[in-house]
């Protein structure tokens, strides 16, 4: 059942207006890339989320996507364990992009700088 919100907010959950990203140094290991939720770019541009590449299918391989969508917490784990770089994408209501914020391993990286807009 989609909740009818104004605003232009319909169906859309309160966690979903705040998305959340870690991504990993660069020269990571492809498998510590796989082994770590990212997704792999396909030529055809579908995006799959293997174990492993096996190598009769490494031809039909774009790329290894070198981040994933998380929670702070897990963001903030993943910064003190192999370095690299967070953030979160803030939204309006409408969908729209507001603000990206670093997350920092420091701080509690608060809701007020998101909330004050509303």
């Known amino acids: 059942m989609i909740d009818a919100r ?8 309160e966690n979903e207006m705040r998305l959340s ?3 990993f140094p660069e020269g990571t290991a492809e ?11 396909l030529k055809s541009g579908h995006e799959i ?8 299918k490494r031809e ?17 784990q993943y ?19 507001f603000e990206v914020t ?3 391993l420091t701080g509690n990286n608060s809701r007020f700088k998101y909330d004050h807009h509303l």
């Open 6 to 13: 104004p605003g232009g907010y319909e169906g859309r959950k």
């Open 21 to 23: 990203y870690y991504q």
């Open 31 to 41: 498998s510590t890339l796989l082994e770590n939720g990212c997704g792999v770019i």
């Open 49 to 56: 989320f293997p174990d492993t590449i096996p190598a009769d």
């Open 60 to 76: 039909q391989v774009e790329r290894v996507n070198d981040f994933f969508l998380c929670s702070i917490a897990i963001a903030k």
């Open 79 to 97: 910064l003190k364990k192999y370095g690299g770089c967070a953030w979160t994408e803030h939204y309006e209501r409408d969908g729209s992009l």
């Open 102 to 104: 670093p997350i920092q």
